[in-house]
């Protein structure tokens, strides 16, 4: 039994305001836009997200290009980091579109032992049920999260609102384009909605786009992650949004 399973209040971590300010939250959301990897699942759980980045950093290097990350980039261990650093300085290149589709590739492989959040699953389901309309905007691949969801049976919840990462690598978040395109495709207001999100650059991408935004952050460091970057609600589980949408 995990920690997030233990908890049977609906009490946010934190100060007391918050089961408040996550009640207003729920309420005012319509439209409600996942983050893919941590919130709906941990998509790297049984296949390791800094080998990943370390085999595509060595991929460029067996291409002449060892010199193209900094140090910092490479100990980064994040695929994003690294794929994000080649299109800077090779944008719209080949090289570009033959490393997005190896990570989408490693992404693919990495959905057999992906692990559902807790919660995550009843949460989707119940937010549907009482007529919230749901989307994800993501920067992994929407291949990735279709066949995620696909798995779960969760792709009715969703469909056809699934935004992820295209070959415009600059439209990643922390930028708001997919964020915007959901809310297009919807025809949703963004006051009207809600990301939730467990990284800063989900957070400054939901402001940016003018949304509201609920921090979820499975461990102490991406708490603090987030509250630094200036995240006002942040859960440590599903549980007390679930509460709160069935109440």
Known sequence: MTSETKRTDPVTAGTETEPNELRNLIKGARVVLWDFDGPVCRLFAGHSAERVANDLASWLEGRGLHGLLTETERESLDP?????????????????????????????????????????????????????????????????????????GLVPCFAPHIYGRTQELNHLKPDPHCINRALNAMGAAPSASLMIGDTPSDLFAARAAGVPFLGYARTERKRRLLRDAGATVVVDSLKPVLWQVRH
């Open 80 to 152: 994003h980091v690294v794929l994000r650093a080649l299109d800077r300085r090779h944008p719209g290149s080949d090289l570009v579109a033959e490393l997005e589709e190896r990570l989408t590739h490693e992404e693919l492989r990495a959905t057999a032992s992906a692990m559902p959040t807790p919660y995550a699953d009843p949460l989707i389901r119940t937010w549907t049920a009482v007529g919230s309309r749901l989307a994800i905007a993501t920067n992994n691949s929407p291949r990735v999260v279709r066949e995620y969801l696909t798995s779960r």
